[in-house]
């Protein structure tokens, strides 16, 4: 089975990553292809909430939001290293959701692993939520790993 | 909304075709065009009118031109080096100086946020045509902050949106277009109008017809520009050595073409004081009801049109303002919590927040601001717009000169030299007089430079030194490109 993990840059995005490795069975899964997308008209087209401050600046240096896309592929995908699966790493471009679908096709995906960041109303308020766009159209199961309801403050 | 698909790029199989990108020439093309057709031509053309008179095509003309060999300019450097487009690294690679850098790219956030101010003054304008109830001031505010939203959800990013957005924009002027070819068709029509120049300038004083024009280019520029916002783009696009400055040159002489016919048929149609005196002038050419067409029902519909086409391109400027932000950011020279990312959309919200509020002030400013000399907002707005400008495009092009013999290969686009220096010498001429016309813009220009310096002031007195050793304040090499700056 060809297991699509897909990272916007985001802390979310990795807890997913390990959502999966925590409960999957890495006999039954023969490849991991995590994919990030570019969204080039977007006010920033990629931020890589994941990699460390100097790792960040080095990308700056180098080329800039593909570069950022880049390194958190690299972030994420070194979870499953020696897990088993073949790893492969894809920065696509264009609205998450499609290009996501879109992978997911190509690779003729069992599952697609995604984030949904939205712990408030701004997720169940505003449309367009990649994560709920990709459990509509995707050609597979979906697994959408959401953040853990904050402890409640005394 | 399957338009911006990729083959996958692979990261660790480069036999799978390396870096893929995602925006065709064609797109890039639509994109440069709608960019530059939404801004002035739908909220300028009264004012150049009122200054040049009849002949005002002419002053557009030459707008263009300048502005497309300042093109030129750009599509050079961008083959140079795709990766990191904008104006304030080319500077930066051309004088390495830290000051200069900070300073251009100050000037272009701040031309952006007076470019936002001047179209959504002039989406009121349009707006009052199809509903007069609410006050313009509160119209613009409304709008300012309606597209701030939408830029924090995230949903103008769609290539295919944009290609519509240029073709309604299109579409407009079209509709100009053919009721100046009727107007003719019937014969009516005076030619003698286009070589018609004011003899008075705004002020009363007599002018001539050279001065006359020379007014009119520095307003009729601000029509061309958003063509560098193109740069932003310019990593995504596939061949751009090839693609980029065939799709900027060619939108940007397309949409001079379509300016100078446009302004010769308003000015054929409508008499050149009804032009002068009207804030959606266009909107005159329709209602002069030369078409056997309802005059109503194309009224109505050419202001939706116009607020459309407007709507597009101040668009475009509020996403460039934040992604500035967050360049200068990455540099430390504005406080870092422009580099604020949401967790769930991915915006970065500090950055739009804080440039649609700097935009409603200078509206608030613009409008309750001892009125000087009686300038409208709009033609306040977009002259502080184009002086920046102009200054940004005259740095440009002396770069590009500068860092000619330079990390050039065989596919980089070379610029035409003896062109560049009249473009450099058009930039300077235009501001020079828009400064020696009106100097009370300078104000507004330092007082939003003053916005930068003030973030700067912030970060350097309360910034955390979050720079690993080595690297210093203000080096955009080491932000370069996430800015875009």
Redesign the interface.
Known sequence: MHVVVAT?????SLRAAKQLKSFADPAKISDI?V?AV????????F?D?LSS??R??AD??A??????A?SS??TVAAVFDGWGPK?????????PA??II??AK?LNAGLVVVA????GI??TV????TAQRVQHYAPCPVLVVRPAPKPRKK | ??????P??????PDEGG?R???TGKQLFFYTLGDVLGSGIYVLIGLVAAVVGGAFWIAFAIGVSIAAITGTAYAELVTKYP??AGAALYVNKAFRNKALTFLITVCFLSASFAAAGALADGFSSYFATLWEGPPALLVTLLFIGVLTVI?F???????VI?MVMAFIEIAGLVIVLIIGIWFIAEGDADFGVLLDFQSRNLDGEPTSPALAILAGVALSFFAMTGFENTA??A??TIDPQRNFPRSLIGGMITAGVIYVLVSMAAALTVPTDTLAGSGAALLEVVEAGILPINTEFMSTLFSVIALIAITNTTLVAV??Q??IL?GMA?EDVVPGVFSK?H??????WV??LFSGAVVCALLVVGTFAPNVEGTPLIERLSLVTVLFLLFIYSLVIISCLKLRGQDEDEGTYRANTPLLFVGLLGNAAILYWSINDDPTSLIWCAGLVAVGVVLFLVEYVFGKR???PG?ERGDP??????G?V
Request: glycine content about 8%.
């Open positions: 916007d840059g985001s802390q979310q292809s994919v570019i969204r080039p008209l977007a006010a920033v087209a931020a909430d401050q100097d960040r600046r700056l240096e080329g800039g939001f593909r570069k950022a880049e592929v690299e790893v492969h790493k894809k920065v696509r471009a264009g609205s499609n290009e879109k992978a190509q949904s960041g939205g712990r701004s997720d505003l449309v367009g939520s | 909304m399957a338009e911006t698909s990729v996958p790029t692979t990261v660790d199989e870096l990108r995602s925006i990766q990191a830029n959800i995230g949903i103008t990013e769609s290539v944009n932003n783009v990593e995504e996403v460039t934040p992604r967050y990455n990312i967790p769930t959309r991915r915006s970065p950055g739009l979050s720079r690993p690297v090499e080491a932000a370069q490109k996430q875009d």
